[in-house]
Nanobody, 124 residues
């Protein structure tokens, strides 16, 4: 069983930056594709991006491309989401997730493990 714990959320002004972390335990971290998703009340969960096992392959939603960067440190069992040029519409609870497989990586329903989420609020 894999446990994921996100941290780093908070309140930031528009145009600012935040870095989220997701620490994993209980599994072989390097064997998981790690994804980031976000959700706001009344809306469906939204894919943000993912990073593959060695960290050499990433993919982002168009809404965050060029502003967000995902990285991972397999030695620390941690994945990061660096968020720059934040906008009020980025306000959401952000979740990290771990996927055993290697396909349909933008679909949250395919992920096997989830963290509890961390709130990010961007003020205008």
């Amino acid at each position: 069983q894999v446990q994921l714990v996100e941290s780093g959320g908070g309140l930031v002004q528009a145009g600012g930056s935040l870095r989220l972390s997701c620490a994993a335990s209980g599994g072989t971290f390097s064997s998981y594709v790690m994804g980031w998703f976000r959700q706001t009340p009344g809306k469906e969960r939204e894919f943000v991006g993912y990073i593959k096992w060695s960290g050499d392959s990433t993919y982002y939603a168009d809404s965050v491309k060029g502003r967000f960067t995902i990285s991972r440190d397999n030695a620390k069992n941690t994945v990061y989401l660096q968020m720059n040029s934040l906008k009020p519409e980025d306000t959401a609870v952000y979740y990290c997730a771990a996927r055993v497989g290697s396909y349909l990586l933008t679909q949250g329903g395919r992920y096997d493990y989830w963290g509890q989420g961390t709130q990010v609020t961007v003020s205008s």
